[in-house]
């Protein structure tokens, strides 16, 4: 692998807005940038509550090369026999081994192969594993088989992503973080060479609270009834990062990319 890579990471895709939104814009972005790969995550594409094997195929058809997920991995019962069987799609690699599907992949395009590490953060979410072991692990098991590494890190606090940033730097090409739906100002080339975010932002209506209409989501804050989420709508915005790798295990450049759609 002798030249750069780009890689277009989108952030947590969130029901028909994020699906419109990075189905509209996707073939502006291949035509414009020209990414090797494309990287989404998809935890939230089905409603807002994971997603389904025809909403990954439309992924796949417009252009996807792997899907990420999260906590919402394995909110639609039907894409589990997916997620055992399909590499492009991964979840958080230290669930539970037991749980479907798998933590770490490698996809080809090309002649280059990309391994996609995907991580769940332990502050404030159900993961079986401290996430660090199952780094170190996961990158020892895709050493052997990729180019060059991409890690998720679908995490709740700001201190465990940064923390994974550092102990990752120089031995994966990046590390971006998803989850809180809300794009952090820091991404920026760690001193050993990986590109790293602390959070990419979510693809979907800006005008609710974190992807969920504003309405329903204040009812919840405001009494102890039930309330179901249901996804906002309007005005939709596309967050991703576009990276370029410098190396294995080093990147050149990372743009933030927050884009109306
Ligand atoms: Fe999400
Ligand atoms: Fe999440």
């Keep these: 692998m002798n030249s750069a890579i780009k890689i277009l990471f989108v952030g947590d895709i969130v029901g028909s807005a994020g699906r ?8 502006g972005l291949l035509t414009s940038h020209k990414p090797d790969f494309v990287i989404v995550n998809g935890e939230n594409a089905a409603g807002g509550r994971g997603i389904t094997p025809e909403i990954a195929e439309d992924l796949y058809s417009a252009g996807v090369d792997a899907i990420t997920l999260g906590n919402h991995a394995y909110r639609q019962s039907k894409a589990w026999p997916m997620l055992d069987e399909d590499p492009r799609i991964v979840r958080p690699a230290n669930h539970f ?3 479907p599907g ?3 992949t490698v996809v080809e395009k090309n002649g280059v192969k990309l391994g996609v590490l ?7 979410l159900d993961a079986a594993h401290p996430f660090i072991a199952a780094a170190d692990s996961g ?8 180019d060059l590494i991409f890690v998720d890190f679908h995490a709740e606090a700001t201190s465990e992503k940064i923390a994974l940033g550092w102990h990752l730097d120089g ?4 590390v971006v973080g998803t989850h809180t739906h809300v794009p952090t100002a820091d991404a920026r080339i760690l001193p050993g060479g990986t590109a790293y975010i602390t959070d990419v932002g979510m693809t979907g209506s800006r005008d609710g609270v974190i992807g969920v209409e504003r309405d329903l989501a204040i009812k919840s804050m405001t009494s102890n009834l039930p309330v179901r989420f249901e996804p906002a709508s309007s005005d939709p915005w596309l967050n991703g990062v576009l990276i370029t790798t410098a190396g294995p295990d080093s990147a050149a450049t990372i743009e933030q990319l927050l884009l109306p759609a």
């Excluded at 419109?20 to 073939?27: D, F, K, N, S, T």
């Design 102 to 104: 798998r933590g770490a």
């Design 118 to 124: 995907n991580l769940s953060g332990n502050f404030g």
């Design 20 to 27: 419109h939104a990075v189905l509209g814009l996707l073939p």
């Design 97 to 99: 081994r037991s749980n």
């Design 139 to 146: 990158i020892h098991e895709l050493g052997s088989k990729s």
């Design 171 to 174: 031995r994966v090409a990046a």
